[in-house]
């Protein structure tokens, strides 16, 4: 089951390396000759714009989603609907606003793949915010910070029991921190070799967000083993991808931004009938089938 969660790892990253920007090229248009004219035509003077003034060219594509919704009455069912407009409005950037509504359904597929099928990780929030920092960063950059990050966990521990050096549990960890930093730090320095233009964007909040995971992989590897924290750390990578994917996908980007109540709602009914599930998860029927059959 381990081999079979690193092989979803590597499909993943393939697809999202490889396959997915050649499939963009494929089906981008390609760009058509123009004939230049004989002629020179005499030129009509236009009014200059105003570029103040948001038209439908100057708005974003959810921006021009709100304006082309008629939300309807505030009361009783679209009080959520008109709070995102005034937002918007007000200079809020609808794609926060999305993003915002889409944690609590992140959330819930986390909880339904630990629940039901019997994935792990670390919790809900940190593959849900891990699956965040790859929509800022990029998979493939994240993914590589990700790495960079845990391996040097894993070296700091090494280089700590080795040297003999006895330190509480806090101190430690503030150590350690202290080698993750140098260790980001490098692969930032790296970048103009590396030639990544995503790398180059990487701002403070997907680095924290890391870190975050750096320091419950070292706990557990602390208080279990390397063994444990690499799996659970594997299963956390599963759980975020998968988030990512569904947070990238337009058609649910669209629904949740023009249709808040329903989304919300729906969460909150899901969430409460999966609590109801009381059963054998889908890794405990594979692990005991052989039982189960007896």
Known sequence: ?????????????????????ALAVVVSPKPTATVAPTATP???????ADLTEKTKE?????????????????????PIKHAIRNAVAAGVPANTIVLLLLLPVV???IAAFRHLVGL???????????????????????IGLFLTIVSVSILAR?????????????????LILWFVVFGVLGILFAAPIIRQPQLSKVSIFPVLILALL???????????????????????????????LFLTLEPVRQF??????????????????????????????????KLINS
């Open 58 to 78: 100057t708005l974003g594509p959810l921006e021009a989603l709100l304006q082309a919704q008629k939300p309807g009455p505030v009361w009783p069912f679209n």
């Open 214 to 244: 750096a320091e419950d992989f070292t706990r557990v590897q602390l208080g279990k083993s390397a063994q444990t924290a690499i799996n659970l750390t594997s299963e956390t990578l599963v759980l975020a991808l998968v988030s990512y």
């Open 107 to 109: 959330a819930a597929i």
């Open 158 to 174: 090494t280089l700590l029991r080795k040297t003999k050096t006895k330190l509480q549990y806090l101190p430690r960890m503030a």
């Open 120 to 142: 792990r990780g670390f919790g809900i929030f940190l593959p849900a915010a891990l699956a965040v920092t790859f929509v800022a960063t990029g998979p493939v950059v994240g």
């Open 1 to 21: 089951m381990k081999r079979a969660l690193l092989a979803v790892v590597f499909a993943l990253l393939l697809y999202l390396a490889f396959v997915r920007p």
């Open 42 to 48: 005499t030129p009509i003077p236009t009014p200059v």
């Open 256 to 289: 949740a931004l023009l249709n808040p109540e329903i989304l919300l709602i729906g969460v909150v009914i899901f969430d409460v009938v999966l609590g109801k599930y009381v059963g054998l998860r889908i890794l405990e029927i594979w692990r005991f089938r």
